[in-house]
């Protein structure tokens, strides 16, 4: 029973029946169960996967629905889908949407990743059956797999996503799922927000129109003191650069620099440009039929200077930076953007808060893989030391 006919069957099968329900559902595909609905239903499939297998353990059936190719057929089916979900943006769970930009709450991607769940599961009591000599590489590996994906398939509908908005020098206890207010088991005191800039820059555009001249893939001018140079047949030279401009607006510096440019006839023009802001225009500097501007610098760091607040816990002081976050209470604090709305002197910090109590699920998941990773490097170097005693 474990042909690849029998596993190609089978996928279609529960593809088809996906496509079934989906149109079933008015293409709105299935709600994320929370807890405890979630953990509910992880009881029932593993009581149903469980039973399945007794029942059937002697018959050539139970050999195909646990055997590798059906295992191999499956996880085909599952990267098709993931396929879909990594490249087309995906629509917010709950709104009609073709299947493939709602691929996380689609019948068809479920049910692949129920028969994927499914088969591992059946394939590790077979493998048990037969006791543990020789398996440990089998297991490990099996059994991290199914651990990440029961976490995928049932812990999706736990996950908590809230964005906290906190003004420098406030405090906010609050985080909002872009619908409602939720209160936070924390407080977070914002004490200072920084933004440090990649050096400004200088490109050419038209005087008339304002579109960009500068060729695609052509370097722009770094605006540094003393730099000297060349851009699209004119030389330019700055003679000063300042991060504040006389004209920005206390608490909102704005980048400046003066600049001669010296087109190839000879004409000349020099003053100084600047990006601008929300609040002051920028400042372009015209020679002929082109202007010399300055893009808005581009955000190298931003970071937020915090104290987290618990009830019954001391005040913890740290920083807050993109791709570095820090947990507090179960949540997962990330730095994800900031605001000036309001004036300079409203600077707003954007945090993520994070929630996934199926996390540590995952986190065996991965670890078990990797413990199965290195036994198979091991065995990988046993055979190798054997082979030269084999050839002699």
């Known amino acids: 029973m474990n042909t690849w006919r029998f596993a190609i069957l089978a996928a279609g099968g529960i593809t088809l029946a996906g496509f079934i329900v989906d149109w079933a559902l008015g293409g709105r595909g299935f709600p994320a169960p929370a807890f405890p609905e979630n953990a509910l239903l992880l009881l029932v499939f593993l009581i149903f996967q469980g039973g399945l297998y007794y029942a059937l353990r002697k018959s050539p059936l139970m050999e195909g629905l646990g055997g590798g190719r059906l295992a191999v057929i499956a996880l085909l089916l599952v990267c098709l889908w993931a396929l879909f979900l990594g490249s087309l943006p995906q629509y917010v769970r709950g709104e009609a949407a073709p299947i493939y930009q709602r691929v996380m709450q689609a019948p068809p991607f479920i049910f692949a990743l129920f028969l994927l769940l499914a088969n591992l599961g059946w ?8 006791g543990l000599r020789g398996s440990s590489l089998f297991l490990f590996n099996h059994i991290g797999v199914y651990c990440v994906g029961v976490a995928t398939l049932f812990g999706s509908g736990d996950v908590e996503r809230l964005d906290i908005w906190v003004r420098e020098g406030q405090m906010a206890w609050t985080g909002t799922d872009g619908k409602r207010s939720y209160e936070m088991p924390f407080a977070i005191d914002l004490h200072a927000f920084t933004r440090e800039y990649f050096p400004a820059q200088l490109t ?7 579109k960009i001249l500068l060729p695609p893939g052509t370097d722009m001018f770094d605006l540094h003191p003393a730099n000297e140079g060349e851009l699209m047949g004119y030389r330019l030279a700055v ?3 300042t991060d504040s401009a006389p004209w920005s607006v206390p608490g909102d510096p704005i980048p400046a620099a003066y600049v001669i440019a010296e087109a190839a006839d000879g004409s000349r023009s020099e003053g100084w440009i600047s990006c601008g802001s929300h609040l002051m225009p920028p400042v372009f500097l015209g020679l002929g039929e082109v202007s010399f501007a300055m893009p808005e610098p581009r955000v190298r760091l931003y970071q937020s200077d915090i104290t987290l607040v618990l009830p019954e816990a001391p005040p913890q002081r740290t920083e807050l930076r993109v791709n570095e976050p820090v947990r507090v209470a179960g949540w997962w604090l990330y730095q994800k953007g900031y605001s000036l709305e309001g004036g300079p002197n409203a600077r707003h910090s954007q945090i993520e808060a994070v929630r996934d109590p199926w996390l540590p699920l995952v986190y065996t ?5 990797a413990i199965g990773a290195l036994l198979a490097l091991a065995r990988a170097g046993r055979l190798l030391k054997a082979l030269p005693q084999s050839i002699h």
């Open 204 to 210: 050419v555009i038209d005087a008339h129109s304002g």
């Open 123 to 130: 394939g590790v009591m077979r493998h048990l059956e037969g």
């Open 239 to 241: 003679r000063e650069v």
């Open 365 to 369: 998941g991965f670890a078990l893989m």
